[in-house]
């Protein structure tokens, strides 16, 4: 059985850093993925990585960095710079080989982990 689990989200200053982790469990995966979602707002692409490639939007571009641990079967998302809008239920995503952009290009997704930025 596949399973996501992320963690390291938090409340943190505007202008601090977090670094999310995402494990997974019950098989490996050539393309993965983070999302967020703000309330209110539809789920937004952050980062993915595939064969060491990554891909990030313009909003999170230089402040956020996608890394994975093959030996571990984690990907990584350190986050720097952070802003009050980058607050949002970050979402770790699984899925096919590739760089994808839209959510419904994954197959398996991660319960969520909460990040708030204070001003």
């Given at each position: 059985?596949?399973?996501l689990?992320e963690s390291?989200g938090?409340?943190?200053?505007a202008g601090g850093s977090?670094?999310?982790?995402?494990?997974?469990s019950?098989?490996t995966?050539?393309?993965m993925?983070?999302?967020r979602?703000?309330?209110g707002?539809?789920r937004?692409?952050?980062a993915?990585?595939?064969?060491?490639?990554t891909?990030?939007p313009?909003s999170?571009k230089?402040r956020f960095?996608i890394?994975?641990?093959i030996a571990?079967?984690?990907?990584?998302?350190?986050?720097n710079?952070?802003?009050?809008?980058?607050?949002?239920v970050?979402y770790?995503?699984?899925g096919r080989s590739?760089i994808?952009?839209?959510?419904?290009?994954?197959?398996?997704?991660?319960?969520?982990t909460?990040?708030?930025?204070?001003?």
């Amino acid at each position: 059985q596949v399973q996501l689990v992320e963690s390291g989200g938090g409340l943190v200053q505007a202008g601090g850093s977090l670094r999310l982790s995402c494990a997974a469990s019950g098989r490996t995966f050539s393309s993965m993925g983070w999302f967020r979602q703000a309330p209110g707002k539809e789920r937004e692409f952050v980062a993915a990585i595939s064969r060491g490639s990554t891909y990030y939007p313009d909003s999170v571009k230089g402040r956020f960095t996608i890394s994975r641990d093959i030996a571990k079967n984690t990907v990584y998302l350190q986050m720097n710079s952070l802003k009050p809008e980058d607050t949002a239920v970050y979402y770790c995503a699984a899925g096919r080989s590739g760089i994808h952009v839209r959510a419904e290009e994954y197959d398996y997704w991660g319960q969520g982990t909460q990040v708030t930025v204070s001003s």
